[in-house]
């Protein structure tokens, strides 16, 4: 079972997903971007990120190199099992239609969707 990340982790580690690898400072200058947050804070929360397996560190140049010690789809995957079974009962219907509600989806989106539930029912005949 993988470490859960905390809200401020997971942007990290989106941020680190996008750049594949980044300093401290790349990554505080991105979250700066949508966040006032200072330097020191981002520096504890990437070593607490290390200490925890979440990223990995390269100490062999001057200023540490992070990179994602976790892949973006297993962290979804498992943050979304995780919301399903303790917000929902376990329902990913009651998931999906909370998602649908909360905001109005696209016609785009709305046709996405209608593709990927046409995929799973050819899976299962």
Do not use: C
């Not at 690898?21 to 520096?43: D, I, P």
């Amino acid at each position: 079972m993988m470490t859960k990340p905390t809200e401020s982790e997971l942007e990290i580690l989106s941020i680190l997903w996008e750049m594949k690898e980044a300093s401290v400072r790349q990554v505080h200058e991105k979250l700066a971007l949508s966040k006032e947050t200072g330097y020191t804070t981002t520096l504890k929360i990437m070593q607490i990120m290390h200490a925890k397996g979440l990223v990995s560190r390269d100490e062999s140049s001057r200023s540490h190199i992070y990179s994602p010690a976790t892949n973006k789809k297993e962290t979804q995957s498992s943050l979304l099992k995780n919301l399903m079974n303790t917000a929902f009962g376990g329902s990913a219907q009651h998931l999906v239609m909370q998602a649908l509600g909360q905001e109005k989806p696209s016609k785009e989106e709305l046709d996405e969707i209608r593709a990927f539930l046409d995929q799973l029912e050819e899976k299962k005949s």
